[in-house]
């Protein structure tokens, strides 16, 4: 089976080397089976006509049945059109052709019935199709199909007469040879559980549907085979990791409740008390610990992975608690800092800028086991550094970190692994983190501290400017900070978008009086951690900035983030970046400024964010918006390369793939169950290099 589809696209009848090497470089499919898996993205219902008089311009396409009374050829050179007069019984609109000319001249014949199909688009009175598909009625008659699919192609293999209708042709020649290997690769037992239909006929209805139903059915049972076999592959590494993983056991927590009841400066949510025991629980379990905790910007994660490192610490064991940042790790430092020295717990930080002498000192402490908290940047994971004991490592904003890091991280310690909590500020959807990291155990805050004022959010156009000014001058008086952010560092010739430097000197001209930072990514780091520096000190007033700020330090003092050209950003961008206000106890503000020409969905992102400040279901919009690839980079992740499923409507088709493969795992971890061996065997299929991210969180 397996060698029919591994066999090059090149044997295929109408293909050759040439045109192979093409759809290699445009598709990506170098194989019988890629290419069967190059799913139609819609289907054109060629059931229905119309006529002419009834047209309208929310039609997508249309199909007519009419005749060309005569042509007509207008412009000159590049600007050279065909027009065919095209006529039905109700009326008269226009075939136009800005290429091929002399060929439909040659094979379209006026007075002749054709069947005609396009987009209508209207101009003036009139419609017209734009480079229609065209065939003689006769042609037509004997095609009963409902749905015609459409497949994606490119500008360049267009050229070489490999467009949706030609892919159309060759798919169906493929499948006529592939039915006969096609072996189903689901348990009898899932697909009777489930309603799937057979893998044969999927293949079949992906690509030419009889019905909708038919059709239905073949993308239900091909989402949820593609779904149900990445939840299994993740499980199955997660059970291999718990299994082969032993963790160190905590049981102790006198020092995190002294913690709590004695020195505590505030009260907790209850979605941090929730986390706190579920980490509790993993640390009692025996089994190392691989957690990710998710919560909204100013939800509180730090505390938490504070009071869990009390309990780490409580064991005799050490803590390392590693930032993005060199700024973050001091502030992180300074904040973790108040809370250890009354406990008598000693913390230290340790960065690139770190000298010589503090780092041999935090050396003998780490060996000694003094030091209990060390907090830092990616210093922590240089090979010198050494722990007498390491128990638990936080890594803050881990999509800041590549796997490589990480893993330094968790070969600290030589005895055991320690346990991994895993923090980020950037609310991902549930289905997302499920497919992400379903190898992962996930916790969410998902409530804001109490008290915590929500940000005022409001949606401005270039012309408001003066408004604007004025708002921001108000809230300097009251003795707050202002950061403003801009999408882009030098003008730029081909996007018409206010730049970094242009604003920068007409903030400077408009408040002459103010002191003002500047920040980004073609800074020095040193240079940008000097003017964070000043700005968190309220040395200045307002911070000029691109994205670099969105992981940044705590300015408690800053009140008011203005956004610049805000179509240009992301919604959890946009969302990542007002969270750096808000942080202190007075009413915050958030002005996304834009032009006045925004696309339909920078409107809808706008508007989500002024209606919405919860960081979920932002996150879910933005799912749907852009789709899993572009959230957080998660492109490089294996666990992303659907092909059929999307995670943004197939929710419930993951769930219920997703309890499948525990449930099968759980009576069968191995899958030596005669009716799973065409699991296993699938699954060792699959390439051997796929590495096991549940190893390193």
């Given at each position: 089976?397996?060698?029919?589809?591994?066999?090059?696209?090149?044997?295929?009848?109408?293909?050759?080397p040439?045109?192979?090497?093409?759809?290699?470089?445009?598709?990506?499919?170098?194989?019988?089976?890629?290419?069967?898996?190059?799913?139609?993205?819609?289907?054109?219902?060629?059931?229905?006509?119309?006529?002419?008089?009834?047209?309208?311009?929310e039609?997508?396409?249309?199909?007519?049945?009419?005749?060309?009374?005569?042509f007509?050829?207008?412009?000159?050179?590049r600007?050279?059109?065909l027009?065919?007069?095209?006529?039905?019984e109700?009326?008269?609109?226009?075939?136009?052709?800005?290429?091929?000319?002399?060929w439909?001249?040659?094979?379209?014949?006026?007075?002749?019935?054709?069947?005609?199909?396009?987009?209508?688009?209207?101009?003036?009175?009139r419609?017209n199709?734009s480079?229609?598909?065209?065939?003689?009625?006769?042609?037509?008659?004997?095609n009963k199909q409902?749905?015609h699919?459409?497949?994606?192609?490119?500008e360049?293999?267009?050229?070489r007469?490999?467009?949706?209708?030609?892919?159309?042709k060759?798919?169906?020649?493929?499948?006529?040879?592939?039915?006969?290997?096609?072996?189903?690769?689901?348990?009898?037992?899932i697909?009777?559980?489930?309603?799937?239909?057979?893998?044969?006929f999927?293949?079949?209805?992906?690509?030419?549907?009889?019905?909708?139903?038919?059709?239905?059915k073949a993308?239900?049972?091909?989402?949820?085979?593609?779904?149900?076999?990445?939840?299994l592959?993740?499980?199955?590494?997660?059970?291999?990791r718990?299994d082969?993983f032993k963790?160190?056991?905590?049981?102790?927590?006198?020092?995190?409740?002294n913690?709590?009841?004695?020195?505590?400066?505030?009260?907790?949510?209850i979605?941090?008390?929730?986390v706190?025991?579920?980490i509790?629980?993993?640390f009692r379990?025996?089994?190392?610990?691989?957690?990710?905790?998710?919560?909204d910007?100013?939800?509180?994660?730090?505390?938490?992975?504070?009071m869990?490192?009390?309990?780490?610490v409580?064991?005799?064991?050490?803590?390392?608690?590693?930032?993005?940042?060199?700024?973050?790790a001091?502030?992180?430092?300074?904040?973790?800092?108040?809370?250890?020295?009354?406990?008598?717990?000693?913390?230290?930080c340790?960065t690139?800028?770190?000298?010589?002498t503090?780092?041999?000192s935090?050396?003998?402490e780490?060996?000694?086991g003094?030091?209990?908290?060390?907090?830092?940047?990616?210093?922590?994971?240089?090979e010198?550094?050494?722990?007498?004991?390491?128990?638990?490592?936080?890594?803050?904003?881990?999509?800041?970190f590549?796997?490589?890091?990480?893993?330094?991280?968790?070969n600290k310690?030589?005895?055991?692994y320690?346990?991994?909590?895993?923090?980020?500020?950037?609310p991902?959807?549930?289905?997302?983190?499920?497919?992400?990291?379903?190898?992962?155990d996930?916790?969410?805050?998902?409530?804001?501290?109490?008290?915590?004022?929500p940000?005022?959010?409001?949606h401005?156009?270039?012309a408001?400017?003066?408004?604007?000014?004025s708002l921001?001058?108000?809230e300097?008086?009251?003795?707050?900070?202002?950061?403003?952010?801009?999408?882009?560092?030098e003008?730029?010739?081909?996007?018409?978008y206010?730049?970094?430097m242009?604003?920068?000197?007409s903030?400077?001209?408009?408040?002459?009086?103010?002191?003002?930072?500047?920040?980004h990514g073609k800074?020095?780091?040193?240079n940008?951690?000097?003017?964070?520096r000043?700005?968190?000190?309220?040395?200045?007033?307002?911070m000029v900035a691109?994205?670099v700020?969105?992981?940044?330090?705590?300015?408690?003092?800053?009140s008011?983030?203005?956004?610049?050209?805000?179509?240009?950003?992301?919604l959890?961008?946009?969302?990542?970046l007002?969270?750096?206000v808000?942080?202190?106890s007075?009413?915050?503000?958030?002005f996304?400024?834009t032009?006045?020409?925004?696309?339909?969905?920078?409107?809808?992102?706008?508007?989500?964010?002024?209606s919405?400040n919860?960081?979920?279901?932002?996150?879910?919009?933005?799912?749907?918006?852009?789709?899993?690839?572009?959230?957080?980079?998660?492109?490089?992740?294996?666990?992303?390369?659907?092909?059929i499923?999307?995670?943004?409507?197939?929710g419930?088709?993951?769930?219920?793939?997703?309890?499948?493969?525990?449930?099968?795992?759980?009576?069968?971890?191995?899958?030596?169950?005669?009716?799973?061996?065409?699991?296993?065997?699938h699954?060792?299929?699959?390439?051997?290099n796929?590495v096991?991210w549940?190893?390193?969180?």
């Open positions: 089976m397996a060698s029919f589809f591994h066999k090059p696209i090149e044997y295929l009848k109408g293909i050759g040439e045109k192979a090497a093409l759809i290699n470089k445009e598709l990506g499919y170098f194989n019988f089976g890629n290419l069967l898996q190059h799913y139609p993205f819609r289907y054109e219902d060629r059931t229905s006509f119309h006529k002419i008089s009834l047209l309208t311009d039609l997508n396409n249309a199909q007519i049945i009419g005749k060309i009374t005569h007509e050829t207008i412009g000159e050179g600007k050279r059109r027009i065919g007069k095209f006529q039905d109700t009326g008269e609109m226009d075939l136009i052709w800005f290429q091929g000319i002399k439909i001249i040659q094979k379209i014949k006026p007075g002749i019935a054709y069947i005609v199909f396009g987009k209508p688009s209207r101009y003036g009175q419609f199709l480079h229609p598909e065209i065939e003689p009625l006769g042609n037509n008659s004997g409902f749905l699919p459409v497949y994606h192609s490119s360049k293999l267009k050229k007469f490999l467009d949706s209708k030609a892919l159309s060759i798919i169906k020649l493929l499948l006529a040879e592939a039915i006969p290997h096609i072996e189903d690769n689901l348990p009898l037992s697909k009777k559980q489930f309603s799937l239909v057979e893998k044969k999927s293949l079949i209805h992906i690509h030419f549907p009889k019905d909708r139903i038919s059709l239905k993308q239900y049972r091909l989402k949820f085979e593609e779904l149900f076999f990445i939840q592959r993740l499980i199955t590494l997660k059970l291999a718990i082969k963790g160190i056991i905590f049981k102790n927590s006198e020092l995190l409740k913690f709590y009841h004695a020195h505590l400066p505030f009260s907790l949510t979605a941090q008390k929730r706190i025991k579920e509790y629980a993993d379990s025996g089994k190392q610990m691989n957690r990710l905790v998710q919560g910007v100013g939800s509180g994660k730090t505390i938490v992975a504070f869990c490192m009390l309990i780490a409580g064991n005799h064991t050490q803590c390392a608690f590693m930032a993005p940042t060199e700024i973050l001091e502030q992180h430092y300074h904040g973790l800092k108040e809370f250890a020295d009354p406990l008598g717990i000693k913390t230290a340790l690139g800028s770190s000298k010589k503090e780092r041999s935090i050396q003998e780490l060996n000694s003094e030091l209990k908290i060390l907090i830092g940047t990616h210093a922590l994971i240089e010198k550094v050494k722990f007498k004991n390491l128990g638990l490592a936080v890594i803050d904003e881990q999509h800041r590549g796997v490589a890091q990480r893993a330094q991280l968790w310690n030589k005895t055991y320690p346990h991994i909590l895993v923090m980020t500020a950037t991902i959807p549930r289905t997302l983190a499920m497919t992400l990291y379903g190898d992962l996930i916790s969410t805050i998902d409530q804001l501290p109490i008290g915590r004022k940000i005022i959010t409001r401005m156009r270039d408001q400017r003066i408004q604007l000014f921001i001058e108000k300097i008086e009251k003795g707050r900070q202002v950061y403003i952010v801009y999408p882009l560092i003008e730029s010739a081909t996007m018409d206010k730049d970094l242009d604003g920068y000197e903030i400077a001209r408009r408040f002459p009086q103010l002191h003002l930072s500047i920040c800074m020095k780091s040193k940008k951690d000097y003017e964070m000043r700005f968190a000190k309220g040395e200045t007033n307002i691109t994205t700020i969105e992981v940044g330090v705590d300015v408690p003092n800053a008011v983030m203005v956004i610049e050209s805000a179509e240009r950003f992301g959890s961008q946009l969302h990542q007002r969270g750096r808000g942080r202190g007075e009413q915050s503000y958030c996304l400024v032009g006045m020409r925004l696309t339909s969905e920078a409107k809808a992102r706008i508007q989500t964010l002024v919405s919860d960081g979920f279901k932002i996150a879910e919009t933005d799912l749907k918006l852009r789709g899993p690839g572009d959230l957080m980079g998660t492109q490089q992740s294996g666990a992303l390369d659907l092909i499923s999307d995670l943004a409507t197939d419930e088709i993951l769930k219920l793939a997703r309890n499948a493969a525990t449930d099968l795992l759980k009576k069968d971890p191995l899958l030596h169950a005669p009716e799973n061996q065409i699991l296993k065997n699954i060792n299929s699959f390439n051997k796929v096991n549940s190893k390193i969180s």
